[in-house]
């Protein structure tokens, strides 16, 4: 009987923390100015939207073949070379949520416009310095650099307002910085696809919503 309970308890520790994450970023978006219910949709929405990318253009990329010599036989084998379409997508829940929610602090002045822009150059900065291309995946950032940057960045410019200023200047410097600055590389980082705002951006966003409530 120990053991089932042992058991049941391990069963119940990923939901219990689930539960506990859910809790902290829906009481973040409450400090932001929403109110419970907008929070809460506004979180379920961001986890949903992070599932889909809505393609935004495509080009075509040709990957040539080499050539190679038979071990046994003279003569010379050719591949010839396949066309591929790149897609550049942006994601929800990373970026077109957060974005909006970004652009409604700004309008009704909870985040005020000086601090913020100021805010967000210096992530601009600091997500260009830190996106690394990653072949076949991606743009690759660490997640709790920005949001960590963003947090100091806005108290020491707004402290009065720190939490909104973290938001917004984390949420569009992350985006600028890591991805838009990044698409022409397109070509080092392989893959059919490019997500603006998934992979591990979205991460780093998510974590910006966190912070900016501790900063509340």
Partial sequence: MPFVWLFLLLLLVPFLLGTLFFQITTFSFTKL???PIGATALLSLSVLGSMVNIPITRR???VYRERRVHPFF?????YPPQVQEQVIAVNVGGAIIP??????????????????????LIIVAV???LAR??????????????PLVAALVALVLARDDAAPVAY????????IGADLLNLHRLREIGGQALSIGG???FDGIFLISIIAAFLA
């Fill in 60 to 62: 075509r990329t040709v």
């Fill in 33 to 35: 100015g929403l109110s």
């Fill in 199 to 201: 992979a591990g951006v």
């Fill in 133 to 146: 291309p990653v072949r076949g995946v991606g743009i690759a950032i660490p997640a709790f650099i920005p």
């Fill in 127 to 129: 997500s260009k310095a």
């Fill in 99 to 120: 974005v909006l929610f970004s652009l409604y602090l700004l309008v009704t002045a909870k985040a005020p416009l000086g601090p913020t822009l100021v805010a967000a």
């Fill in 74 to 78: 003279p003569m010379f084998y050719y």
């Fill in 168 to 175: 917004v200047s984390g949420v569009l410097g992350t985006l």
